[in-house]
C-alpha cells in the first residue's frame, strides 16, 4: 500500500515568492495534518481537516500560511510570500477517523529553504 | 508551555542491552500516548501506543510503560539493535476524545553501539 506522498521533496526558493506544498493521504484515511519541525520548536501542528474539513488551525503561524483540502486525495499547504524563517521541514500524516485512539501517519516530508 | 517532554536529548546505548526512553506530561487529559521512530530524511513512523486504560503495552521488542499517577511513559527496546539508532518522539492526544490532535515532544536521539 502506498503511504503518504508529499511534493516536492526539496525546495529552495527566494524570499517573497509563493510556496505551494503538495500531499496525497492514504486511501481511506479520513483525516489530514500538516506539521511543521524546526529545531527550535520541534514538531508542531499546523492545521488539520476531518473529511476534507478544516477543524483546527490554530497552529497556523501567520496568514501568509494557508491550506486546503478540495478533494478525500489531495491537500496543498501554500506560504505567500514566504520569508526566510518559514524554513523548515513541513510533514503531511493522514489517520483514520476513530478519536485519538488512531494512529498518523506521516510521508516524508518537504524540506523547504527560503533564502 | 511545553505539555509533553522528552528531558534527555540523547542517549547512548551498547547492542543487545535495554534501551529505556522516558517521556513526561502535564495535562491529565491525555488519554492516549505514541511513540515514533525517525530515522534522518524521512517522516515519523508509528512504532507503539497506550491507552490510559492500560500500564502496558507490548509488541515485540518495545514495550511502553504508562504511570498515570506521575504521568510519565517510558519506551523499553530489549534488545536494543543497531538499527534501532534513531530520534524516537513521544505524543500525546490532546483529551478532546474526537479530535485527533496529537501533542509530540522534543525527542531523544537514540544511538545503539555495536
Redesign the interface.
Known amino acids: 500500500d502506498a503511504g503518504v506522498i508529499q511534493s516536492p521533496r526539496h525546495e529552495v526558493t527566494e524570499m517573497g515568492q509563493e510556496v505551494t506544498l503538495r500531499c496525497k493521504p492514504i486511501s481511506g484515511h479520513n483525516s489530514l495534518f500538516w506539521y511543521r519541525q524546526t529545531m527550535m520548536r520541534g514538531l508542531e501542528l499546523l492545521i488539520y481537516f476531518n473529511n476534507n474539513v478544516p477543524i483546527d488551525d490554530s497552529g497556523m503561524p501567520e496568514d501568509r500560511f494557508s491550506a486546503k483540502m478540495p478533494n478525500a486525495s489531495f491537500s496543498t499547504l501554500k506560504i505567500q510570500p514566504s520569508e526566510p524563517r518559514d524554513s523548515a521541514v513541513y510533514f503531511c500524516a493522514s489517520s483514520r477517523r476513530g478519536g485519538g485512539n488512531q494512529p498518523q501517519h506521516f510521508g516524508d516530508g518537504t524540506r523547504l529553504s527560503i533564502l | 508551555d511545553q505539555q509533553v517532554k522528552q528531558n534527555s536529548p540523547s542517549l547512548s546505548v551498547q547492542e543487545g542491552r535495554i534501551s529505556i526512553l522516558n517521556c513526561d506530561y502535564t495535562n491529565s487529559m491525555f488519554?492516549?500516548f505514541?511513540w515514533?521512530k525517525k530515522y534522518p530524511?524521512?517522516?515519523?513512523?508509528?512504532l507503539i501506543?497506550i491507552?490510559s486504560i492500560k500500564d502496558k503495552n507490548e509488541d515485540g521488542r518495545f514495550t511502553v510503560f504508562l504511570n498515570k499517577s506521575a504521568k510519565h511513559l517510558s519506551l523499553h527496546i530489549v534488545p536494543s539493535q543497531p538499527g534501532d539508532s534513531a530520534v524516537y518522539?513521544c505524543a500525546a492526544?490532546?483529551?478532546?476524545?474526537?479530535?485527533?490532535?496529537?501533542?509530540?515532544?522534543?525527542?531523544t536521539t537514540l544511538q545503539v553501539k555495536p
Open positions: 488519554d492516549y505514541l515514533y530524511a524521512e517522516g515519523p513512523t508509528f501506543s491507552s518522539f492526544n490532546s483529551g478532546s476524545s474526537n479530535t485527533g490532535k496529537l501533542i509530540f515532544g522534543q525527542g
